[in-house]
């Protein structure tokens, strides 16, 4: 089976990519799991509803688990549903509330395992061991599921250069934007869509 995670930038960047065999294996009937936890304060269901649009024109069945808050996410059944889908998808919103939603919690650790799975925009931060705050562009603890580096949407230039002064100057920070497309595959990430993806490692521009 093919095993990778796929970091994108928005919807628009799913879109482009969905039909690379390579990159989205996916087999007529797939199951799609799509999780609008991050968009838990500005519409789950929305969020969910534009993730199926996008995948509309392909063979799959797509399931939204409506899952925002710790009580659903401790409930065996979507980790259950999580763990028998073909690929699952994150979709975009706050960071910080998938974190906190998601942290140790058997839907959690479903996602951990999961051999397909997708974070769309800011929730792809929660990914790694370390993730940024977007409330002052702080680092802190991201929940570990596909560590390596420190994923990040766009900011301001003077937010940027703030957070890249705390980062640890071992740490690779990308800051991703709503073109880029990043690949974790064999413990290691690599970029796919080099548009609007820039590397750094403290304040240089670095190679992934």
Known sequence: ??????????????SEILHDP????????AVV???????????????????ANVLGDLDVRVEALM?????????YYFARRVREADLVVLCDGSALHARATWRATPLGEAIRAAHRLIAVGSVAGVLGEAMIDPRGGAPTTGL??????VICPPASDAQLSRTRTLVSSDLTLVVLGARGVLEFVDARWRIVRDEDVVVTRGRDEVDL
């Not at 089976?1 to 799913?14: C, I, N, P, Q, R």
């Not at 304060?41 to 969020?47: H, L």
């Open 1 to 14: 089976m093919h095993t990778s995670t796929l970091a994108v930038g928005s919807l628009v960047a799913l």
């Open 22 to 29: 390579i990159l989205v294996p996916l087999v007529s009937g």
């Open 33 to 51: 799991v799509v999780i609008p936890t991050a968009a838990a304060f500005t519409g789950p269901s929305e969020a969910a509803i534009a993730v």
């Open 67 to 75: 899952v925002t808050d710790r009580a659903a996410s401790a409930e």
């Open 144 to 149: 570990n599921y596909r560590p390596g580096v």
